[in-house]
Nanobody, 124 residues
């Protein structure tokens, strides 16, 4: 059983930065994908960034490319989402999620079996 705890959300002005953290209870740093999804009220869930933990290979959605960076710290069992140049449209609840995977990360939320409780990001 993998448990995920997100932190680092908050309120920030447009153009500002936030760093989200996702700390995991189990060892997922081999053959797993960790993803950050977000969901705004009335909108579909969107996968924004993905990391394949065995290799550190990352993928970001076009909507955040160049602004958001996903990274991992194996020693701390933590995956980060560094968010720069934030825009009001980035306002959403952000969730980290984990799935066992081989070589590539799925991009759909329904493929992920473990989820954190979410952390709110508000950009004004």
């Amino acid at each position: 059983q993998v448990q995920l705890v997100e932190s680092g959300g908050g309120s920030v002005q447009a153009g500002g930065s936030l760093t989200l953290s996702c700390t995991t209870s189990g060892n997922i740093y081999s053959s797993h994908c960790v993803a950050w999804f977000r969901q705004a009220p009335g909108k579909r869930s969107e996968g924004v960034a993905f990391i394949y933990t065995s290799s550190g290979t990352t993928y970001s959605a076009d909507s955040v490319k160049g602004r958001f960076t996903i990274s991992q710290d194996n020693a701390k069992n933590t995956v980060y989402l560094q968010m720069n140049s934030l825009k009001p449209e980035d306002t959403a609840m952000y969730y980290c999620a984990v799935v066992r995977a081989y070589w590539t990360c799925p991009i759909k939320a329904y493929d992920y079996g473990y989820w954190g409780q979410g952390t709110q990001v508000t950009v004004s």
